[in-house]
């Protein structure tokens, strides 16, 4: 089912629920990718796929919802979006694993992250992962 209207914006009421929380550029951007994905690659996981790497390049998850990149830096998130299908690596779920550590505290601190201040920069990643899971759950029970 199409996800933008031939106007390109989006159905909102389409859209997977962090996007629908999300800026109308990010509804925007998934949804025009995903429609040109299904043109291409048909309905499915796939199109589903393609269209949050291409969101990736411009936003990133913080909670329960995509925000644009800071600065307006662009660029793959992580090493999944960056080298497309089946490249074996692990996606890091919206976070900017390619930002920089004080970005990523940054967002530990907007995610009230305990202990972020010591921690590494793979720690911060993954423990902005954890807490974007826990927030999207959260929203999606109300």
């Avoid at 309905?43 to 913080?62: C, D, N, P």
């Avoid at 004080?102 to 921690?119: E, F, N, P, T």
Wanted: charged share 40%.
């Amino acid at each position: 089912m199409p996800k933008a209207t031939k106007d390109g914006k989006a159905k909102k009421e389409e859209l997977p629920s962090t996007i629908q929380r999300s800026d109308k550029k990010a509804q925007r951007t998934y949804a025009k990718a995903h429609d040109s994905a299904v043109e291409s690659y048909g309905e499915g996981r796939r199109a589903h796929q393609t269209a949050y790497s291409a969101l990736k390049h411009t936003h990133e998850k913080v909670g329960d919802h995509w925000e644009p990149k800071e600065g307006g830096k662009k660029g793959p998130s992580d090493e999944q979006a960056k080298g497309g299908r089946d490249t074996g690596k692990k996606t890091k779920g919206g976070v900017d694993a390619n930002a920089s550590k004080d970005h990523l505290k940054k967002v530990a601190k907007k995610l009230d992250i305990s202990g972020r201040s010591k921690m590494k920069k793979k720690e911060l990643v993954d423990a902005i992962q954890k807490a974007n899971d826990k927030k999207t759950a959260s929203s999606r029970k109300k």
